[in-house]
């Protein structure tokens, strides 16, 4: 079974920036996918970004331009750097892993409410806080 660790939350002000990493515990799948969500308090969880064992990667409209996910296959782990983050960044971000799925997880994910469906494996969250 995989394991997944979220960490690098934290709180920042409007305007900054936070690096979050993913740790897996084993990551020797051909055509896997990990993905970036987060949940903020009294609304529906929602993709971030996505990105495959092929380096394919995809963004919210709301992050694009702001924040860029990246791996780093010898550590096993991917990053979602978070730059000029606003207050309404500000949620418990989860990242999630498929095994199988590559760029299908990505485009499934994509629509709403479809990420248990498609996802094998759930990491901790980290909450990311943003002040005004």
């Known amino acids: 079974e995989v394991q997944l660790q979220a960490s690098g939350g934290g709180l920042v002000q409007a305007g900054g920036s936070l690096k979050l990493s993913c740790s897996a515990s084993?990551?020797?799948?051909?055509?896997?996918?990990i993905g970036w969500f987060r949940q903020a308090p009294g609304k529906e969880r929602e993709r971030v970004s996505c990105i495959t064992s092929d380096d394919y990667t995809d963004y919210a409209d709301s992050v694009k331009g702001r924040f860029t996910i990246s791996s780093d296959k010898a550590k096993n782990t991917v990053y979602l750097q978070m730059n000029s983050l606003k207050p309404e960044d500000t949620a418990v971000y989860y990242c999630a892993a498929a095994v199988t799925l590559g760029r299908s997880y990505c485009t499934i994910v994509a629509v709403p409410d479809t990420a248990d469906i498609a996802t094998d494996y759930w990491g901790q969250g980290t909450q990311v806080t943003v002040s005004s």
């Open positions: 084993e990551f020797t799948f051909d055509d896997y996918a």
